[in-house]
């Protein structure tokens, strides 16, 4: 009798650990799959060269506000980059008015003349000041909000070589954004041009997830250039990106921070045609594949003054260099070569 009283204890006891944690496990996943939801959106950059389109896939075009990380895996054979914007207001009223999505109410009034403008002057028809004049002027009259107040550089995803994956996380308040991607094709026609444009909503629901923890602290500032706290050592790290200040270049952008793998820091000609390939208003520049010895790594796209992005990068041994897509960043103390040892 002692023996079966002790058989049957055995038995519900079993069940009862069995039920428990039969019950643990879809509350486990549930709640893993809700934080992915709120925290992680994956993008992924295709090209369809059929249609002759280079487009992003979303994980979701809704998130949550706070701290969100953007995982971009660059599927196409051409560098590709991320950048937010954020829309004023002002533009999301002008939408409404003109019965247009957010979407299409970007593209026909900035994305779409940017293009047009940009033609004649790469085919050499306009010096740049008339091209720029031309530009704010049709811009202007199509989307003044994009002005004035001005739609805001919120960070996103730095360049990113083909086959390659870089994360970086940015903190978003609700409101509406567009992402593009400005790399060019061997036509000089930008990727947000003919795809690579989206619209992302972030919604009024703030999500539980922490500001990240950093390994190292980069500065980026137009007087100082970029700065980093500790040298970088090889293995995983989460490099805190601060914008001390921020300002029109001649190329009617801010700065910005990338990391860069070489072949050899020391190769004078390799860091003068990156530089190069990295200022829009060339013939040829920021088409398709940054030079031969130079892999994109990652970073964080233009912010306005204060802006803060968290660069998750994993390092092996070798030459490397942050960089600012801005004309001649050398000069500005924004091309900084370093080695990784061994």
Known sequence: MDIITSLKRLTVFSLTVAIALLSTIPITACNEAETERQGTVEVTATHDAEENKHLFKLSSNEISSGWTTFQFQNASGYDHFFLIWQIPEEGIKAARSANESILDHW???????????????????????????????????????????????????????????????????????????????????????????????????????????????????????????????????????????????????????????????????????????????????????????ATFMGGTMEMTEGGKAYFHVDLTPGDYAWIAEIPNPADHNMLKTFTIAE
């Open 107 to 293: 593209f026909r009034g900035i994305t779409q003349p940017f293009q047009k403008e940009f033609n004649p002057y790469i085919e050499g028809e306009l010096e740049f000041k008339e091209f720029t004049d031309s530009l704010v002027a049709t811009i202007s009259g199509k989307a003044p909000w994009f002005f004035d107040p001005g739609a805001q550089t919120m960070g996103g995803p730095g360049f990113t070589a083909a086959g390659e994956t870089s994360k970086t996380t940015v903190h978003l308040e609700p409101g509406e954004y567009i992402v593009e991607c400005y790399v060019k094709n061997e036509e000089e026609v930008f990727h947000s041009y003919i795809g690579m444009l989206e619209h992302i909503s972030v919604i009024d629901e703030t999500s539980d997830i922490e500001e990240p923890e950093p390994t190292k602290t980069l500065t980026i500032s137009s007087t100082d250039g970029i700065e980093l706290n500790q040298p970088l050592t090889e293995g995983s790290h989460t490099i805190e990106i601060l914008f001390k200040d921020q300002k029109t270049y001649a190329h009617l952008q801010g700065h910005n921070v990338q990391l860069v793998k070489l072949n050899n820091k020391e190769d004078e000609e390799l860091l003068a045609n990156l530089s190069t390939w990295m200022d829009w208003r060339q013939a040829g520049s920021l088409v398709n594949r940054a030079p031969e010895g």
